[in-house]
């Protein structure tokens, strides 16, 4: 294909970055504050729909299906991809409940968005990773100058609907962002990088991509400065083991983002709790074909089991592997690769995704298909030179 075909496809791609992410969260921004009428309510899936094509052209043009067919991460995606695709189809004629089955349908066309979102982000160019990083930052300002009482308001009415700014999705997307950016920055724009997201993060409000931003930075600070790391984690220690001595840690517990550590104090975990129990019954009582739609639409078990509960045990071995396979394959690959951003990036995404998988989030989560797609490219050397060198600007 002709350089000037490829750049203006690769155009098309950083559009549908501009849409999904920036043109998201500003559009999110505009209708909490009641400056436009949220027409396309959420946005994220009329976004995704618009610019689904334009992923597709930029996937087939700039990556070679035989070099991920050569991996065995990706096969193994396909196979889960097809028992997914099948548990679609038998939601939609199984007499199981509509929002379950439409629950199930959107997440299906998700993880393959997601996975062709994560291809273009990874062939990002320089200049366009740069705007991407600014407005990251100029957006947490925002946040922070915009947070007076908390940045996510009570929801509003705009006629028969209900808008709700979705912090989890903007947080969702602060998070995927962070680990394609963080591996090729320099110290010193990824401190202040820290300085500028980590409170804005706390004011969204997302608690478990909170968290995972936090491990984010240790993983990449180790491999990047581990004598730091290391001086900087004793101190945390230090200064945490002080601070719990000299005050009653049990004040936390009125503050949302810490109440999930303490029992009975938030309702949310409470309820999670229950769709645990209900879940691992599930499990116990139908332990090959699982019980797909037993549970009531929205009380599913928030980690990886949940599965097993909708596609039996053979669902859950293949959606296991999907992950641990290329984790296992970075640990031994990092032997030689640790200091290559790429490898970074890929390691970063199968580590913070398999954090939230065990804590917090199903297995339909955004993330899972992204790994599946950043390590593949990180393994055939499909990475844009940008992103595989230092974005020393």
Known sequence: MPDTARQGISGLAGLSILVI??????????????LIAPVLKGFFTAGMLAT????????FSQFRV??????????VFLVFMLMFFALMVFSEFSGVDADIAYYIQLSFMRFVYMFLLALALVRMGSVFSRFIYYFIVGYSVFVLFSSSGGFVRPPVWHGAYIF???????AFCYLILSMVLLPSLGAYRRYFYYLMVVPALYLIGARSEFFAFFLLMVIIETVRNWRLMALVSVLVVLAGVAALAMADASILKDFRMFSIFFDGADLSMDARTIYAANAYDLIATNPIWGDFGSHPPGEYIHNLLA????????????????LIVPLCALVLLGLDDYQKPEWLRAFCFVSVTLFLLVLAKTYTYGLVPMVVAVYCVYRSGATSEALKSRLDW
Do not use: H
């Not at 920036?22 to 909490?32: E, G, N």
């Not at 689904?52 to 996937?59: G, Q």
């Not at 700014?165 to 903007?170: A, P, S």
């Open 66 to 75: 035989l070099d991920f067919l050569q991996r065995g991460t990706f096969l």
């Open 164 to 170: 709700e700014f979705d912090y989890q999705q903007v």
């Open 21 to 34: 992410i920036p043109l998201y969260f500003i559009y999110q921004s505009l209708a909490q504050a009641g």
């Open 307 to 322: 599965a097993w509960v909708d596609m039996g045990i053979v669902g859950f071995v293949v959606y296991l592997a999907m």
């Open 52 to 59: 689904s094509p334009l992923l597709v052209l930029s996937a």
